[in-house]
């Protein structure tokens, strides 16, 4: 089966063949010939996953499935949420959504936090959305070298390290990715058997 994932990421796109394995043939942005910004102007992640996906199915005809992210920290009222991405600056920098994060919580104890994804796939012009959730805390200071975005200041519930010290492979076994990922295979191959 073949299946556009809607996104210019390349570390989401190697993270997502990772999980997705042989079963499907994951098609980039790139490989359709898709060279636009995608438009994001929703309010939520169901939102944008939303308007992301039916852009590709409508103007390329694909199947496709776009994702959409936030962090959301219970003691900024969810924030960044849904603007994870541009919380500092339309330029989307890491390390100054990152500063910004630590910036805010530096006088504050409760740094509990979560990650959610939300999957949006259409398939024939009909929509089924997966969402994936892992809760944790935000550290003090930055840890570990892999991974991307808020990576490196996220650390999972039960875990000692945070995302960006733990391999690929680890990360995607408790990710709020590669949980809505799971849901997504899980609805795929029965639909497809």
């Known amino acids: 089966m073949e299946l556009v994932f809607a996104t210019n990421n390349q570390h ?3 993270e997502l063949q990772q999980i997705l394995g042989d079963s499907i043939c994951l098609l980039s942005l790139k490989d359709i010939g898709c060279e636009e910004e995608i438009p994001e102007n929703q309010e939520t992640l169901e ?3 939303s308007e992301k996906s039916f852009f590709i199915y409508n103007k390329y005809g694909y ?20 603007y994870s991405a541009r919380y500092a600056g339309e330029e989307k920098s890491a390390d100054a959504n990152m500063q910004k994060v630590l910036r805010k919580l530096s006088e504050i104890k409760n740094r509990n936090a979560r990650f959610r994804t ?10 089924t959305q997966f969402e994936g959730i892992v809760d944790g805390a935000i550290l003090e200071v930055r ?5 991307f975005g808020y990576d490196p200041i996220f650390q999972p519930n039960g875990f000692k390290e945070s995302f960006a010290e733990m391999d690929a492979e680890q990360k995607n076994e408790i990710s709020h990715r590669g949980r809505a990922v799971q849901k997504l295979v899980q609805f795929l191959t029965r639909t497809s058997s």
Do not use: H, W
């Open 47 to 49: 939102g944008n996953a």
């Open 143 to 147: 840890k570990g070298m892999e991974g």
């Open 118 to 127: 939300v999957i949006s796939l259409v398939i024939d012009g009909e929509e």
């Open 63 to 82: 199947n496709c499935f776009a994702d959409d992210t936030g962090l959301e920290i219970e003691a900024l009222n969810g924030e960044p949420g849904v």
């Open 12 to 14: 989401k796109l190697r």
